[in-house]
Structures are given as C-alpha cells and as structure tokens.
C-alpha cells in the first residue's frame, strides 16, 4: 500500500504590513492543507486583516500584541480589533482547537495578543473576549481546548512561545530588549499548557510561535536562534523581520515557513524565499538545536 503523501503546511512569522498581494497568489497556487499565521499582522489593521482573511486556502490565525495595540491601552476591544476577530471569525483559533486529518494532527491555538514576560498586561481585555484574569485561567483555557482534539498529535499555534527554553537574549523567547536586556520572556501559561497536555496522553509534536524577530536588539545584529527541540517537541520561530528583503538584482523576495507533516509528524522543515513571480529561488533546511531539561 502507498503511504499518504506529507500534508504541506506554511506558517508566516510576524509580518508588521509586509505583505504582497503576490504573496496571497503564491499560497493559492500551492495550495497546501494549511497556512498558519501567527500574529502582529499590523498594529490593529483591520484592512490587511480583510485581506489576508479572504486568502482562498485554509488557514489558521493567533494574533499578535500588535493585533491589540491601541486595545490593551485601553483595557478593552476596540472596534477594530472587534472587526478583525469577525473579520477572521473561526479561523482565529486563539484557545481553540482544528483538526487536520490529512496530516494526523490537531492544531491547537494557545494565548491570543501575548506580549510575552510573566503577566497578562490588561486582564481587562481577556476578561472581555474570554473570561481569562490571570495565567492559570488561561492555561486551563488551552488545556480545554486540547480536550476537544480529535487526534493525539497536537501542533500548537501561538503568538510567543513558553517559558523554560532558555534566559539568554539569544535564545528562542528570551528578552533582548528595554533597559535590562536578557531573561526567559516567554509565556507561563503555555508552559504549563503543555506539561498538562502531555500528561493527559496528548503528544505536543511542534509548537509554532513568533513574537522574538530573527534579529536581536542586543547584542544588536546579531541572530535569535528559531529552532530548537526538547524533550521531543520541535519550537519553531518563523518571526523573520522583516520578511521582504531585497536581493542583488534589486528584485524583492518573500519568506516562507514550509513544513511536511504525516500520521502526525513532522518531516520536514524549510525556508522559503520567493520571488515576485511566486518561483522559489532559495530553500534552506535550518539546524535545529537539540536542548536538555
């Protein structure tokens, strides 16, 4: 019998407006089973929002920080960061769950809207759209939303990543900005999500999280790691920033995160460079670094 072939998955990192409408042609062609985006579209841009909403391939969004800016200054939901949850409807999936069958896993969305660091920053807000005051809530919140997966095999969607992968500014989510560079800057609640997950017999195969660009503030210029597995799950971090850069022939490239998942695994990881045109010029297969408890 021939084995099912891998279901293709690409997931965008923070995109901060850069963003083509060559980009949305180029997913259409390719048609994978899905595109994951993992939030700070633009700062409440409910346009780009409308846009990258009506792309014709199935899709999946957590929002960013920068998807709730100007409504975590206010303590409540704007009206456009209203617009933009319908304009997104189910396929926002912060503490949500959807099952991908042709890739034997369910994908999971974690926290919405996370700065990162120890707290919520406005407990107001997702008291507003979830009922969520502090981090135990929301890690509850997750773990329900697990308990609803048709498969054991989880790929989890987020903004940030957890805690417990690393303090140095260089690490995966650790703090290279502000006075006081360096610290775990990652989320407690999705920490604690997985250990729960895992301990009620889910395997949390990949965690897809951005939120740190690829690029450190401190030491300034020099580059994050994005890809690391511990204790048999994969963080990837396809935050590059800015995703458009300009080649030697003036010509403008995009990037992608391409990753092949079957019966519940994944593959294989690459990164994407496309051209105008939508033809890949440039795929790089990244290191992952493997990390102890």
Known sequence: MTPPRPATLYALGDLHKHWR???????????????LFVGDLGDEDVELVRELAAIRVPKAFVLGN??????????????????SLQALDADHIGYEVRDLPEAGISILGA??????????????????????????????KIVEAAQ?????????????GPTGLGAGTGDIYGKDFGREPGGDWGDPDLEEAIARIRDQGFRVRAVVAGHMHHRLAHPRGELRTRYVR?????????AIVPRLRRAEDGTVHAFFLRMRWSAGRMVA?????V????????????ETVETGS
Do not use: C
């Not at 609803?148 to 940030?160: M, P």
């Open 148 to 160: 609803r997966a048709a498969h054991q095999d989880l790929l989890i969607l987020a903004h940030n």
């Open 21 to 35: 409408p060559e980009d949305a042609a180029f997913l259409e062609r390719e048609a994978p089973a899905h595109v």
């Open 111 to 140: 926290r919405p809207f996370s700065w990162g660091g120890p707290g919520l920053r406005s407990p107001e807000l997702y008291d507003t759209l979830y009922g969520v005051k502090d981090m135990a809530r929301s890690a509850a």
């Open 275 to 286: 051209d105008l045109y939508g033809t890949v010029v440039e795929v790089h297969r990244p």
């Open 66 to 83: 920068h998807d709730a800016w100007q409504s975590f200054t206010w303590k409540r939901p704007t009206p456009r960061l209203m617009d």
């Open 230 to 238: 511990r204790d048999g799950v994969a963080y990837v971090n396809p």
């Open 269 to 273: 990881l690459e990164e994407v460079w």
